[in-house]
């Protein structure tokens, strides 16, 4: 088993503006760079990269998405999960993942 990598941060939840839109939090520019420097070689299709998180006491398997526009990763966070660590848009929330 590799050992992972864990990196903490805290990011506003947003909205992506399209209709049904997802929301996420956007991962530090610096932790951006240093993964995609580092860790590129394990990104699948569209800068898609497996990853475990962790907010609160919550943690689940899920994937980070590199955005080229804004030039960092995308953390996705789902309804369920917004749900139980009961969080709102614009809500700063501290971040563990794990790649």
């Given at each position: 088993?590799?050992?992972k990598i864990?990196?903490?941060?805290?990011?506003?939840?947003?909205k992506d503006?399209?209709?049904?839109?997802?929301f996420f939090?956007?991962?530090p520019?610096e932790?951006?760079?240093?993964?995609r420097e580092?860790?590129?070689?394990?990104?699948?299709?569209w800068g898609?990269?497996?990853?475990?998180?962790?907010?609160?006491?919550?943690?689940w398997?899920?994937?980070?998405?590199?955005?080229?526009?804004a030039?960092?990763?995308?953390?996705p966070?789902?309804?369920n999960?917004?749900k139980k660590?009961?969080v709102k848009?614009d809500?700063?929330?501290?971040v563990?993942?794990?790649?």
């Amino acid at each position: 088993m590799q050992a992972k990598i864990k990196y903490v941060f805290s990011s506003k939840l947003w909205k992506d503006n399209m209709q049904g839109g997802w929301f996420f939090v956007s991962l530090p520019k610096e932790i951006s760079e240093e993964i995609r420097e580092n860790l590129k070689w394990q990104e699948e299709g569209w800068g898609r990269m497996k990853t475990s998180a962790k907010i609160k006491k919550i943690e689940w398997d899920t994937a980070i998405w590199f955005d080229k526009k804004a030039n960092t990763y995308l953390l996705p966070i789902k309804a369920n999960i917004r749900k139980k660590i009961n969080v709102k848009l614009d809500d700063l929330i501290t971040v563990s993942i794990s790649i």
